[in-house]
């Protein structure tokens, strides 16, 4: 299972688009890129997922160069409520298992006033 | 609609207590799944159940076993406390097992070990 990178921290103002970068230099062929979001004292609330190029929803929108080393998850003008921890997961949904999904620690976003 | 639902939210024990942590999801979702979260630090899988009368460990599995009861419902058994089990456990659901498969999340039951 492809290893992520991700940056332990960042710090944005309201209003501002923010970018998150994950590396993922070993992904497979059938892999996709997954990112959740978790608030203080809550679970991981799955956000976005997406194989290649773009996916976009309500929430978040998700780039994925060809190569697909590597994702950005964009939060357009965020707000204070936006501040949580960011996980980037990849993974496939048929040849590997469970057993092999790992977390790791995440990007914490601080959003300002 | 409920989705994951954990009970108890806290829970207090003494070392070499036992505990069932209980978890039961309303999706129809076939996989199920139990973590441990540490301060600061990401999720860390304990069990999973890929479909119901199936079970397998995860990264952690030691000090824990799992009963997937029926569709519905997947418990955590910790059959004598200790310490290092002190943390936040989170049970999750998937529609299919797959490392890739998006999970649906409860809120966590806190778990103190004195």
């Known amino acids: 299972l492809a290893k992520t990178t991700q940056p332990i921290s960042m710090d944005s103002y309201e209003g501002q688009e923010v970018n998150i970068t994950c590396s993922h230099n070993n992904i497979a062929t059938n892999d996709y890129i997954t990112w959740y979001q978790q608030f203080p004292s809550q679970g991981p609330r799955f956000i976005i997922q997406?194989?290649?190029t773009k996916v976009t929803n309500e929430v978040a929108s998700l780039f994925i160069p060809a190569d697909r080393k590597s994702s950005t998850l964009s939060l357009p003008r965020v707000s204070l409520s936006d501040t949580a921890v960011y996980y980037c997961l990849v993974g496939d949904s048929f040849y590997s298992s469970a057993s092999k999904i790992i977390f790791g620690s995440g990007t914490r976003l601080s959003i300002r006033p | 609609n409920a989705g994951v639902t954990q009970t108890p939210k806290f829970q207090v024990l003494k070392t070499g207590q036992s505990m069932t942590l209980q978890c039961a999801q309303d999706m129809n979702h076939n996989s199920m799944y139990w973590y441990r979260q540490d301060p600061g630090m990401g999720l860390r899988l304990i069990y999973y159940?890929?479909?119901?009368?199936?079970?397998d460990k995860g990264e952690v599995p030691n000090g824990y076993n799992v009963s997937r009861l029926n569709k519905r419902e997947f418990s955590l058994r910790l059959e004598s406390a200790a310490p290092s089990q002190t943390s936040v456990y989170f049970c999750?659901?998937?529609?299919?097992?797959?490392?890739?498969?998006?999970?649906?999340f409860g809120d966590g039951t806190r778990l103190s070990i004195l």
């Open positions: 997406g194989y290649k």
């Open positions: 159940s890929a479909s119901e009368g199936t079970t």
């Open positions: 999750a659901s998937s529609e299919r097992e797959g490392s890739g498969e998006p999970q649906h």
